[in-house]
């Protein structure tokens, strides 16, 4: 059969894929655009125009608001083929929405969590409506396209949105909330009037049927396994909303930046919405070239080898507090996050059983979960104790040199877990099942355990009881307390 033309490839998708994407876009753009400069609108002082939050309360913030966005989509698709596409898209566009503008209105930390909590819900609900959509408006022939074209798009939003940023909030931080409301309020019209539901299979299986598919999942201790140790080069990424933005406006430079720009007559102040952009920019330009590289080599070793580009992006940052490296750095880092995500998307998809795929790809989304929970969190508590008071400080460059090399060191270890997951346990034997059982038994029961000790430091480490602790410990408990009881029991 000879290869379709690009231009037969385009029109051989219906009108509603090119509507999905279009959302994808904008509400991509509304999650980025925000998220960019977040963690500095949230910890800047009060006189600047931020809210003067901790680093550690704003990391513990994002940590929770990241993972309920993971979280979400595993109920969310679910709940997409019960009530329908239109209905659900509806109701997250809607709630995304009335997330931001609230959040851009408040100034009470509770009040910010709560507004934050209600745009990750949407932003999950969201997710797999749009995937599940595309995957039922393609065909074997034209699929690879098509998911190119919906990575294209998140991609041209995450580099777009923050550009904008970069002028809305010289007038007023509230400016970018409400613009992301925006995005995402104005897609409501084109679901009312124009979105379509993709044809799908009835779902007849009962809330009891889909609770049992989930345990299923969760008790597949290879699969489980292999997340928890790719998990560990997500909490590198999830620094770029965090402490990556703190480095980058308390300790560099970034005038040189500015000259080289002026140079060619572009009015540039580098800042942190630009790290968003570096993302984005580095993606649209070169997943092509490196999908094409990595085409044709199997997903564990190209993931590792993701991860050891992204680390050595970690390693510039730790290398020097010159601006140039550190672009040099997040665009290093972009390459391994592009060289490793798509293969791991493609590996749940070889290994997850032929009447499963959408039940394991929904579970797929757990990477952010772990890497933001323990990212976000650990970030935040290490940036508020190692850097932040050395900010002026003599000796702040070593510090932040030992700083990065935490997170570097982290990374060598998930790469270090990944090669050996590949050559021990991924070949799907009853042997190497068991053997994965065990390390989980492991891996559940340590989360027992520091859930325990967590639980003890909210109550007995200061004279009043820690919130923030004791949220993190049940989230400790229940992961820790779930996982041995799925892995201990025939599912």
């Not at 997409?80 to 009470?108: E, N, Q």
């Not at 190119?148 to 940023?165: D, E, K, R, S, T």
């Not at 997943?287 to 044709?296: A, C, P, T």
Request: positive net charge; contains cysteine.
């Amino acid at each position: 059969m000879p290869t379709q033309r690009p231009a037969g490839i385009l029109r051989s998708f219906p009108p509603v894929f090119w509507l999905a994407n279009v959302m994808e876009l904008f509400e991509r753009a509304a999650y980025y655009g925000l998220n960019s400069v977040l963690a500095v609108y949230l910890s800047n002082r009060i006189s600047e125009g931020g809210l003067g939050f901790t680093e550690q309360s704003v990391g513990f913030l994002q940590s929770l608001i990241y993972a309920f966005t993971y979280i979400v989509p595993i109920a969310g698709g679910a709940l997409a083929d019960r009530y329908g596409y239109r209905r659900m898209l509806l109701f997250s566009f809607s709630i995304l929405s009335a997330g931001y503008f609230i959040a851009g209105s408040v100034t009470l930390y509770g009040a910010v969590f709560a507004s934050l909590l209600l745009m990750a819900t949407g932003a999950g609900l969201f997710k797999p409506i749009i995937s599940g959509t595309l995957a039922r408006t393609t065909t074997e022939e034209n699929s690879g396209f098509g998911f190119g074209i919906y990575y294209w798009m998140i991609n041209i939003g995450a580099f777009l949105a923050p550009l904008a940023v970069s002028v809305l909030k010289g007038f007023s931080w509230r400016y970018v909330f409400i613009a992301s409301g925006i995005y995402c309020a104005a897609m409501l019209l084109p679901t009312v009037f124009l979105f379509v539901d993709p044809p799908r299979p009835v779902n007849t299986r009962s809330l009891r049927e889909d609770a049992r598919s989930a345990a299923m999942v969760l008790g597949d201790a290879r699969f489980m396994l292999m997340i928890v140790i790719y998990s560990g080069f997500w909490v590198l990424y999830f620094q770029t909303f965090g402490s990556v933005l703190w480095y980058l406006r308390d300790f560099l430079d970034a005038t040189p930046v500015d000259r080289f720009f002026a140079s060619f007559g572009v009015p540039l102040k580098f800042d942190a919405e630009h790290v968003t952009v570096i993302n984005g920019g580095t993606i649209i330009l070169l997943q092509v070239l490196v999908s094409r590289l990595v085409k044709n080599i199997r997903p564990l070793p190209t993931m590792v080898t993701g991860i050891v580009i992204g680390t050595l992006g970690f390693l510039c940052l730790a290398a020097s507090t010159n601006i140039w490296v550190f672009i040099l750095g997040m665009s290093v880092f972009s390459i391994g996050e592009m060289t490793a995500h798509p293969k791991y998307y493609s590996y749940v998809g070889l290994v997850a059983p032929a009447d499963k795929k959408a039940v394991y790809m929904g579970y797929a989304f757990l990477y952010g979960v772990i890497g933001s929970l323990i990212g976000s969190s650990l970030g935040g508590m290490l940036y508020g104790s190692m850097l932040k008071p050395l900010v002026g400080q003599p000796g702040a460059a070593a510090a932040a040199r030992s700083f990065w090399l935490i997170f570097v060191a982290l990374n060598v270890v998930a790469a270090i877990g990944l090669v050996i997951y590949d050559r021990i346990f991924a070949a799907d034997t009853p042997e190497t099942n068991e053997k994965a059982r065990r390390v989980m038994l492991v891996i559940y029961g340590l989360l027992l355990v520091a859930g325990l000790l967590f639980l003890r430091a909210s109550f007995f480490g200061g004279a009043e009881i820690s919130y923030k602790t004791l949220v993190q410990a049940v989230i400790m408990l229940l992961l820790g307390a779930g996982g041995m009881a799925v892995s201990l029991r025939k599912v």
